[in-house]
């Protein structure tokens, strides 16, 4: 039988209770390290992602030589400007004319889907992303890949890009829940039209007499993320749009007869803060 002895017991009990202080410790230093690798790793992977991300993008922009600018104050602003720049191949952009006022969508811009990449991974907490029905214009780099219009293809010899005179059966399908969405086509080459709702492209008023497409949201479309983008004639400054960029007629006629396919011209659209946040990660005109 072991003898009675207070003061071992206690020297046992203080070393139980500094094993478990020492345990927990170890336990809490490991999480941290842990999370720490796992930030870490996280950052690193972010890194990586953004540095595959702008790579990609410059070389889309390398290989424009037509470049059109929209830029506005910020992320809710309806007025903007709209700036024209061309380069020879290894040149540095150079801009074209004057600035051109404009008004996007009737609540600012969002950020949309382009060939920017991700807009998620471009983005903000705070910033918008592009929705169908927001009333938002598109941020970011697109494609301008072809005009449309009132005229007829001879009445619009002066456009250079794929042309398509608007008929009354010509619609851009905007329901998203259509196999046909965000696609600009004749009615009657559907068989079984699946869309509840769509753009008329001959409407009643002048704002579509001339129009470019711009490829937002496209190959291929993802349904709930915005369709039926884009440049056409204003109705006046400080008047916004659905989600179109807008001008003067006389603007975007120059402008059709400047844009050239050969040069696959692209269009930056941005508020200044942005603009200027990708500006050197871009390659865009300073």
């Known amino acids: 039988m072991l003898p009675h002895l207070p003061g071992s017991v206690k020297t046992l009990k203080l070393a139980i209770l500094l094993l478990f202080e020492r345990k927990e410790t170890f336990i809490m ?4 390290w842990l999370l720490g690798g796992i930030l870490f790793i996280s950052l690193v992977h972010g890194s990586m992602w ?3 991300q702008t ?9 424009s030589r037509q470049l059109l600018v929209v830029t506005t104050k910020d992320w809710n602003a309806v007025d903007g400007q709209l700036l024209r720049y061309e380069r020879a191949a290894g040149q540095a952009w150079r801009p074209v004319g004057e600035k051109v006022p404009v008004v996007v969508g009737r609540n600012g811009l969002a950020w949309g889907r382009g060939l920017h990449g991700d807009p998620a991974g471009l983005a903000n907490a705070s910033d918008p992303i592009k929705k169908e029905g927001d009333g938002r214009s598109p941020a970011g780099i697109f494609s301008l890949s072809s005009a449309f219009g009132y005229a007829s293809r001879e009445q619009a010899a002066k456009v250079k890009l794929p042309y398509v005179q608007a008929t009354k059966t010509l619609e851009c399908v905007d329901d998203s829940q259509s196999l046909n969405y965000n696609r600009v086509l004749e009615r009657g080459s559907v068989a079984q039209p699946d869309w509840k709702s769509s753009e008329q492209m001959r409407r009643d008023d002048e704002l579509y007499r001339w129009g470019v497409v711009v490829d937002h949201n496209a190959n291929p479309p993802q349904a709930g993320c915005g369709s039926c983008i884009f440049l056409h004639i204003w109705q006046g400054a400080g008047k916004g749009t659905a989600g179109c960029t807008a001008m003067e007629s006389a603007r975007i006629e120059a402008l059709l007869s ?9 269009i930056v659209q941005l508020p200044r803060a942005e603009f200027e946040r990708f500006r050197d990660l871009w390659g865009l005109p300073r």
């Open 29 to 32: 230093r490991t999480t941290e």
């Open 258 to 266: 400047w844009l050239d396919p050969q040069k696959k011209p692209l």
């Open 50 to 52: 953004l540095e595959e």
């Open 55 to 63: 790579e990609a993008q410059a070389k889309v922009l390398a290989q």
